[in-house]
Structure formats: structure tokens, C-alpha cells
């Protein structure tokens, strides 16, 4: 089973910038997509943006053109760059992926993490 750990979450001012990260560990063969969901109490998990294992990203609309996902060195990391926040960005953070745990697996999507918790508040 794959272990995701998100960090980066803060409380900062509307148009502030946050940088979240999250760092997938445990058995992986190979991971394909990998995504960023957001939820606010009392409201279904949002996905926000994905990345492809090529590069490829898509975004919601209620984010484009101020968060950039992007995929680190290491093939286990992913980020969200939040730029130019609003209080409707105020959620818990989740990462997620769809990885193969052995070259012989089906792919399959990871558990949800703790998430990290963003505020965006004046």
C-alpha cells in the first residue's frame, strides 16, 4: 500500500502564495497520474489539478491561471504552486495517484493521506 504524505498548508493573506507538497512512499512499481483534491467541510472532495506521467496538466476552473502542479526529481513527489489565494481556496489539501505496485499489478489509486490544511483569511 502507498503512504501519501501532504505538507505546505498555512493560514496566509488573500493574494498570498502557499506551496504544497506531498511525497508518495511504499511499494511502487510505477506511478501514472497524480492529482490534487481539495475539501471543505460539509462539501464533496474536489479535484483541482492532475499531471500525467508525460507532463500534461489539467486544471479546474476555479484554479487556472493561479495553481501550477508539477511533478519533483524524484519520481515520488508532487507539488501545487497556489498563487494569488482566495478565501474560497480555504480546504484540506489531498494529493492522490494512480500507480502499479509491482509490474505485474493493475493500476489503482492510492489512500487518502491527513491532507494539509490551507486558510486563506485577512
Known amino acids: 500500500q502507498v503512504q501519501l504524505v501532504e505538507s505546505g498548508g498555512g493560514l496566509v493573506q488573500p493574494g498570498g502564495s502557499l506551496r504544497l507538497a506531498c511525497a508518495a512512499s511504499?511499494?511502487?512499481?510505477?506511478?501514472?497520474?497524480m492529482y490534487w483534491h481539495r475539501r471543505v467541510p460539509g462539501m464533496e472532495r474536489e479535484r483541482v489539478a492532475v499531471i500525467t506521467s508525460g507532463g500534461d496538466t489539467n486544471y479546474a476552473d476555479s484554479v487556472k491561471g493561479r495553481f501550477t502542479i508539477s511533478r519533483g526529481d524524484t519520481k515520488n513527489t508532487v507539488y501545487l504552486q497556489m498563487n494569488n489565494l482566495k478565501p474560497e481556496d480555504t480546504a484540506v489539501y489531498y494529493c492522490?495517484?494512480?500507480?502499479?505496485?509491482?509490474?505485474?499489478?493493475?493500476?489503482?489509486?492510492?489512500?487518502w493521506g491527513q491532507g494539509t490544511q490551507v486558510t486563506v483569511s485577512s
Open positions: 492522490n495517484l494512480d500507480y502499479r505496485p509491482r509490474i505485474t499489478s493493475t493500476i489503482r489509486s492510492g489512500s
Open positions: 511504499g511499494s511502487i512499481f510505477r506511478i501514472y497520474d
